[in-house]
C-alpha cells in the first residue's frame, strides 16, 4: 500500500456507533505521504461553446447559492434568481478526465470496488487551497474551489449539454454543499396550512410522486431529491432548492396532475414537473416524516407514527445524507451530532402511504390534518 494508511468507518466512537455500522460499510484510505504522478496530458481544453460568456451567463440560485453560469445549462431546474445573502459561485465545463496532481492532495476516501456496489463515486480526494475533487466511476469528476468559489465538472467528450446541465445539478450540487459543510439529505420539503414538512426516503422510495401529489393537493413545493438543512437554536431552517419534480412518464397520468408544462428530461425516461417553490422563502421545518412501506388498506389515507428519537432513529437519518461513505471520520461524527440533534428539535414520524399511484392524491389532501392531531399527542 506504500504510504497509505487504511481505516474504517465501523471505528467510529460515539454513542451511536452499534446502530450506525450498518450503514458505514466503506473503508478509506487516507494519503499520509502523497506520491508525485504526470498530470493528464488528454485533458481537453475548455469548451467554450459550453461554458457562458457575459452576453450568455445567467445567475441561478438553489439552497442559497448562487450560480453562474450559461443559461441553457440550467434553466430548467432552478430559477434565474439572485439570493442576496449567498455566495456566487462560477460553473465550467471540461471534456475529459481530471488532470489529478497527488502532490496537492493531502488526503484521500476512497470506495473500494468490492464495495461500492452501485455507489457512483469512487473517490474524493481533499487537495491544498481549499479544494475537493470527487471522482466517479466511468472518468467524470466535480472540483469544487472554495478559494476561488468555483465548481468545475469533467464529463465524457460526448456528453450533450442536457446531460450536462442534470449532472451540475445533481452530483455537482451535491458535492458543493457537502464541500461547504451544509447538511443534506435525500428528501423533499413542501409546506401547506402553515406547517412544512421534510419527507425522507431513499431513491425510489417515492419521495418525487408524493411531492407531485402534495402539490396537486395544494401544497408548496420548496425541495424534492435533495433538502439542504440548517440545525439553528431553536429550530431547523431550509431554502429552496430546485423548481422541479422530476417524475417517470406513466406518474403524471396516473396521479393525474397538470402536465402540460411538463418538459421532457434530458434522459428520456422522465419528465420536468415545474414545481410552486417560492423564491423568497427561508422557513423552518415543523416536521420530519420517514417515509415506510406501503399499506395494502381499500381507503386512500396516509398513516403516521411516531418514531422513537433514540440511535437507531439517528442512524436511519444519518443512511440518508447525502454520500455518507465519501464522508471523512470528522464529517462523519459531526453529521451523527447533527441528526441526532435534528430528532431532538423536531418529531420525526413514520410515514405510510397507501399502495398505488391513483390513491394518493386523495390520501395526501388530509395529510395536514394527520400531522395536526400527530403533533398535539
Given at each position: 500500500m506504500g504510504g497509505l494508511e487504511r481505516h474504517n468507518h465501523r471505528r467510529l466512537s460515539g454513542p451511536f456507533c452499534?446502530?450506525?455500522?450498518?450503514?458505514?460499510?466503506?473503508?478509506?484510505?487516507?494519503?499520509?505521504?502523497?506520491?508525485?504522478?504526470?498530470?493528464?496530458?488528454?485533458?481537453?481544453?475548455?469548451?467554450?461553446?459550453?461554458?457562458?460568456?457575459?452576453?450568455?451567463?445567467?445567475?441561478?440560485?438553489?439552497?442559497?447559492?448562487?450560480?453562474?453560469?450559461?443559461?441553457?445549462?440550467?434553466?430548467?431546474?432552478?430559477?434565474?434568481?439572485?439570493?442576496?445573502?449567498?455566495p456566487v459561485f462560477r460553473i465550467l465545463v471540461r471534456f475529459g478526465t481530471y488532470p489529478l496532481d497527488f502532490e496537492r492532495v493531502r488526503s484521500s476516501v476512497i470506495v473500494e470496488p468490492e464495495r461500492g456496489g452501485s455507489r457512483r463515486f469512487s473517490a474524493r480526494h481533499i487537495l491544498d487551497e481549499g479544494s475537493d475533487v470527487y471522482v466517479l466511476r466511468g472518468g467524470a469528476a466535480v472540483e469544487v474551489d472554495r478559494s476561488a468559489k468555483q465548481l468545475t465538472v469533467y464529463v465524457p467528450p460526448e456528453t450533450d449539454e442536457g446531460r450536462i446541465g442534470a449532472f451540475c445539478?445533481?452530483?455537482?450540487?451535491?458535492?458543493?454543499?457537502?464541500?461547504?459543510?451544509?447538511?443534506?439529505?435525500?428528501?423533499?420539503?413542501?409546506?401547506?396550512?402553515?406547517?412544512?414538512?421534510?419527507?425522507?426516503?431513499?431513491?425510489?422510495?417515492?419521495?418525487?410522486?408524493?411531492?407531485?401529489?402534495?402539490?396537486a393537493e395544494g401544497w408548496m413545493v420548496h425541495a424534492e431529491d435533495l433538502a439542504a438543512i440548517r440545525i439553528e437554536q431553536e429550530t431547523v431552517t431550509f431554502k429552496p432548492g430546485y423548481n422541479r419534480i422530476r417524475l417517470w412518464l406513466h406518474v403524471v397520468d396516473e396521479l393525474r396532475v397538470n402536465g402540460s408544462t411538463a418538459e421532457i428530461a434530458p434522459n428520456?425516461?422522465?419528465?420536468?414537473?415545474?414545481?410552486?417553490?417560492?423564491?423568497?422563502?427561508?422557513?423552518?421545518?415543523?416536521?420530519?416524516?420517514?417515509?415506510?412501506?406501503?399499506?395494502?388498506?381499500?381507503?386512500?389515507?396516509?398513516?403516521?407514527?411516531?418514531?422513537?428519537?433514540?440511535?437507531?432513529?439517528?442512524?436511519?437519518?444519518?443512511?440518508?445524507?447525502?454520500?455518507?461513505?465519501?464522508?471523512?471520520?470528522?464529517?462523519?461524527?459531526?453529521?451523527?451530532?447533527?441528526?441526532?440533534?435534528?430528532?431532538?428539535?423536531?418529531?420525526?414520524?413514520?410515514?405510510?402511504?397507501?399502495?398505488?399511484l391513483r390513491k394518493l392524491r386523495p390520501a395526501v389532501s388530509s395529510l395536514t390534518g394527520v400531522l395536526g392531531m400527530s403533533r398535539s399527542r
Open positions: 452499534s446502530k450506525v455500522n450498518g450503514f458505514l460499510q466503506a473503508p478509506f484510505l487516507v494519503e499520509s505521504s502523497p506520491h508525485k504522478t504526470s498530470v493528464d496530458a488528454m485533458n481537453k481544453p475548455l469548451d467554450r461553446s459550453v461554458n457562458s460568456n457575459v452576453r450568455e451567463e445567467g445567475v441561478f440560485s438553489a439552497f442559497g447559492i448562487n450560480l453562474l453560469v450559461r443559461r441553457s445549462l440550467l434553466q430548467r431546474h432552478c430559477p434565474e434568481t439572485f439570493a442576496p445573502d449567498g445539478m445533481g452530483i455537482g450540487m451535491t458535492c458543493l454543499l457537502k464541500s461547504l459543510g451544509q447538511l443534506q439529505l435525500h428528501a423533499g420539503i413542501a409546506s401547506c396550512e402553515g406547517k412544512t414538512v421534510m419527507l425522507i426516503g431513499a431513491s425510489g422510495a417515492g419521495k418525487s410522486s408524493t411531492l407531485a401529489a402534495m402539490q428520456g425516461e422522465k419528465v420536468y414537473l415545474p414545481s410552486t417553490r417560492c423564491d423568497s422563502i427561508e422557513g423552518s421545518i415543523s416536521h420530519v416524516l420517514l417515509i415506510g412501506d406501503r399499506h395494502q388498506e381499500a381507503v386512500s389515507v396516509c398513516r403516521v407514527s411516531r418514531v422513537k428519537p433514540d440511535a437507531a432513529c439517528v442512524a436511519e437519518l444519518y443512511a440518508n445524507t447525502m454520500t455518507p461513505y465519501l464522508n471523512t471520520r470528522e464529517e462523519a461524527t459531526q453529521i451523527l451530532r447533527e441528526c441526532s440533534e435534528l430528532t431532538k428539535r423536531l418529531p420525526v414520524m413514520r410515514l405510510t402511504l397507501p399502495d398505488g
